[in-house]
Nanobody, 122 residues
Framework: QLQASGGGLVQAGGSLRLSCAAS????????MAWFRQAPGKEREFVAD????????YYADSVKGRFTISRDNAENTVYMQLTSLKPEDTAVYYC?????????????????WGQGTQVTVSS
């Protein structure tokens, strides 16, 4: 089970930190990711982190502005959002996939959190 939190309303240029807490004792066996979905748009990949946290991958649209990290002792994945833009407005979802899996499409991730709303005002 995944529980996302940390969303909110922020002005353009501001920052937010999203958290996603996972239940279970095998958290490090999963790579974790953040996706987002804006109204009327498809869910899109944002960032992924390996089970150990040693490898990360970002969508070009957020590279250099967002940072994904994880704390396996706390079963939590984070994403620091900086230099936010109005086009970052969306519901952000955390997701988990087995570490042996490949790909960054929504269908590659087996477990999903409930989403947290991020709204960036201009």
């Amino acid at each position: 089970q995944l529980q996302a939190s940390g969303g909110g309303l922020v002005q353009a240029g501001g920052s937010l930190r999203l958290s996603c807490a996972a239940s279970g004792r095998t958290f490090s066996y999963y790579r974790m990711a953040w996706f987002r979905q804006a109204p009327g748009k498809e869910r899109e990949f944002v960032a992924d982190i390996s089970g150990s946290g040693g490898r990360t991958y970002y969508a070009d649209s957020v590279k250099g502005r967002f940072t994904i990290s994880r704390d396996n002792a706390e079963n939590t994945v984070y994403m620091q959002l900086t230099s936010l833009k109005p086009e970052d407005t969306a519901v952000y979802y955390c997701a988990a996939a087995p570490i042996y899996g490949l790909g960054y499409a929504p269908s590659d991730y087996a477990y999903w959190g409930q989403g947290t709303q991020v709204t960036v005002s201009s």
